[in-house]
């Protein structure tokens, strides 16, 4: 028997997304957009996402690990499916082989095993000032690389979302790497990097955040549009009396009779307990204040403004990524890439 229909929505608008893409890929210049497309689309489903993006025009997309690679194959051709963490053992190489998915090489231990496996075409990482994955620029010239298939040569901005001698500095550096390297496509720009201008952009950019409604640079404001809207269902209604707490601590005391609402939300879906105070849910304009506490599953919501809802009807949660990742003192990406697996699959 199928579970019920969920207390929880997560809409995802594909117009938007398909739009951010062309957006993206249209600031991109000459250089065509991939998307990343790891942490399950930033919290927002490989197969709410990929279809729309590779519908849209994209056809290179990147994934973190190994066991992310097979929900992406479902909807494009292996061939287009990058795994950034590279072929760390050999079964990760045998599974790239099986799958035809295509490792990113970030170290000259990384070249060696994927030569070892068979080889064949491959992207490679070069660090130029992240330090997190990626060969060194003095190993270029090491032979190990010189074996290998390279499509994307690539390396990583480090401070894109900031204006700062680093980006300049890394950009020059990933230039004068590239002559050493053989390879057919070099890449270095995110979401931010596109931003920076037409120089970052190179043959590829790899813009993540921003499809998905983030804004990491001024200059994508009014361009990137929102890309999922939640909503969750009030489960039950009562009636306070004045000097009755609400939640974990009564940190909320009713001052005057008042009706509630218990919505089905809480921090596996993403809604962090310091969202909590200030905020509000709303429900056709009307503002719905959060009392109390925000507790595991459940947000207790003020009804003054709203007296005529009641249990199963759904009210919008607010999820500008910006705002509810302040409200979170979190970052965007963390924010987007914490929503639960709950909310996902509703």
Not at 250 to 261: D, I, W
């Amino acid at each position: 028997m199928s579970a019920p229909p969920a207390s929880l929505r997560l809409s995802i608008d594909a117009d938007a997304l398909a739009a951010n893409w062309r957006a993206l890929d249209a600031m991109s210049g000459k250089a065509r957009a991939a998307a990343a497309v790891k942490a399950d689309c930033y919290g927002l489903g490989v197969d709410n996402c990929v279809p729309v993006l590779r519908d849209a025009g994209c056809d290179t997309f990147f994934v973190a690990h190994w066991g992310e690679a097979a929900a992406v194959l479902r909807h494009v051709a292996p061939e287009q499916v990058a795994v950034l963490h590279g072929p760390i053992t050999n079964a990760d190489c045998a599974y790239a082989r099986a799958s035809g998915a295509v490792p990113v090489i970030n170290s000259l231990e990384q070249a060696a095993r994927w030569t070892a496996s068979g080889g064949g075409r491959c992207h490679l990482m070069v660090d130029t000032g992240i330090n997190r994955l990626g060969i060194a620029a003095s190993e270029a010239g090491d032979p190990r690389i010189a074996a290998l298939d390279i499509d994307i040569l690539m390396s990583h901005l480090a401070s894109a979302d900031e204006d700062v001698p680093t980006n300049p500095r890394q950009l020059a550096a990933l230039r004068a790497v590239a002559p050493v390297i053989a390879h057919r496509r070099l890449s270095l720009a995110n979401s931010a990097g596109i931003a920076l201008g037409a120089e970052y952009a190179l043959d590829l950019t790899r813009p993540g955040l921003a499809l998905y409604g983030g804004v990491p640079r001024a200059e994508l404001a009014g361009v990137i549009k929102p890309v999922g809207k939640v909503s969750a269902a009030i489960i039950q209604t009562r009636t306070l009396a004045a000097g009755d707490g609400v939640g974990y601590n009564a940190a909320f005391v009713a001052p005057a009779p008042m009706k509630v609402g218990t919505v089905s939300m809480g921090y596996a879906d993403g809604f962090l307990r310091c969202r909590g105070p200030g905020n509000a849910f709303s429900h056709q304009g009307r503002a719905l204040p959060i009392l109390g506490k925000v507790s595991m599953d459940m947000i207790v919501v003020d009804l003054t403004a709203a007296p005529d809802l009641g249990e199963g009807d759904w009210i919008d949660v607010p999820w500008d990524i910006a705002d509810a990742a302040q409200q979170s003192a979190v970052s965007p990406y963390e924010m987007i890439t914490t929503i639960g697996p709950r909310l996902r699959r509703s």
